[in-house]
């Protein structure tokens, strides 16, 4: 299928995050090497903390947010697709439509629960896995011109997997296996900069992000007696400190920290919902908590979701810290949160 094609198309989900931009970029470059003209196409803009890895590969991505009309035109002349770190189209948000719409083979590569399996040709879903990017790497391994030499796959496809792999396992806290381990011995081995992508991913944020997540655990986080800690973000606070798409990443984190907090919520605002992150420590599932009340789901410690303004809340920040509260006692309550 793959050897037959040459107008390769990856897609991902919305808001994309480092796995979603390392498995993307990873699998961009392994195409190149073997001959083909991939791009990729985004639902919206990726954040600023990733660009390091497509400095060079900006002429091959397209927003669909910032130009839908031209990004659809160049998505329907596909003639195979890959949807990676996604596991519907349906999270790829606004470009959902232009996906169903598609006739081309479409391969999914994901590690999340409940794959959309019947709107694909090929399905590569694992859950027992790290990231999508951990998974990607393991297919590539196995591709002839490959053949189990990590040394054969393009220095740029390792550097993209790597660092989509730190950033699903929050650099190695959560989410980790054996093979995990065995991904970054292997690539290291074969020259990728570790330490580089540590100080890209990590060490290069604006001044701002450090002054929001001090007034955020300082003046704005909560912790419920049933050992949820939570904060919001709202639009008010987000143009105070002029946060951009990413800079809150890994603050949901920070909470679980304390000995006393279980599970930790972000909630932050966009247009019309509040997008929110969940992270719970081992027993408490995150997935279970995201599915019954925030219309998501993900992982058992990792999840997401969203509340809908005017369907699922209304009102302001008071509100929604009290559905929140509510939602949380309700869920250690009534559910069984070890799952």
């Given at each position: ?81 890959f949807c990676l770190d ?95 381990f065995s991904m970054a ?155």
């Amino acid at each position: 299928m793959m050897e037959k094609s040459d107008r390769i198309t990856i897609v991902t989900h919305t808001h994309p995050d480092g796995d979603a931009i390392g498995s993307s970029a990873g699998l961009l470059h392994y195409l190149r090497m073997k001959g083909k003209h991939p791009h990729i196409i985004l639902s919206d803009r990726y954040p600023e903390s990733l660009a390091f890895l497509i400095q060079d590969i900006k002429e091959d991505i397209f927003i669909f947010e910032e130009n839908p009309e031209g990004t659809g035109s160049i998505l329907g002349e596909s003639d195979l697709l890959f949807c990676l770190d996604m596991n519907s189209y349906g999270r790829a948000d606004a470009l959902e439509p232009h996906l169903r719409q598609l006739s081309c083979p479409a391969i999914l590569i994901d590690h999340h629960l409940n794959p959309e399996k019947e709107s694909f040709h090929t399905v590569f879903s694992e859950t027992d896995i790290s990231s999508t990017s951990e998974l990607l790497y393991h297919i590539l391994l196995a591709m002839p011109d490959v053949d189990g030499d990590v040394g054969k796959l393009p220095h740029k496809t390792g550097t993209a997997l790597l660092t989509g792999m730190t950033t699903d396992t929050n650099n190695f806290a959560n989410s980790v296996y054996p093979s995990t381990f065995s991904m970054a011995s292997d690539l290291i081995g074969a020259g990728i900069d570790r330490n580089a992508i540590l100080n890209s991913l990590y060490n290069c944020y604006r001044e701002n992000r450090f002054r929001l997540m001090g007034t955020l655990l300082a003046d704005r986080m909560k912790i419920t007696d049933k050992g949820v800690a939570y904060m919001i973000i709202d639009n008010a606070i987000a143009r105070e400190y002029d946060i951009r798409e990413g800079e809150t990443e890994g603050f949901v984190n920070i909470p679980l920290g304390m000995k006393n907090v279980r599970m930790s919520l972000l909630l932050k605002e966009e247009e019309d919902r509040f997008r929110v992150s969940i992270r719970s420590k081992k027993g408490i599932s995150a997935n279970m908590c995201a599915a019954r009340f925030f219309h998501g789901g993900g992982h058992e410690l990792a999840a997401g979701g969203k509340l809908v303004k005017g369907q699922d809340i209304s009102g302001g920040v008071e509100k929604l810290a009290a559905y929140v509260e509510k939602a949380t006692d309700l869920f250690f309550t009534d559910e069984n949160p070890a799952g």
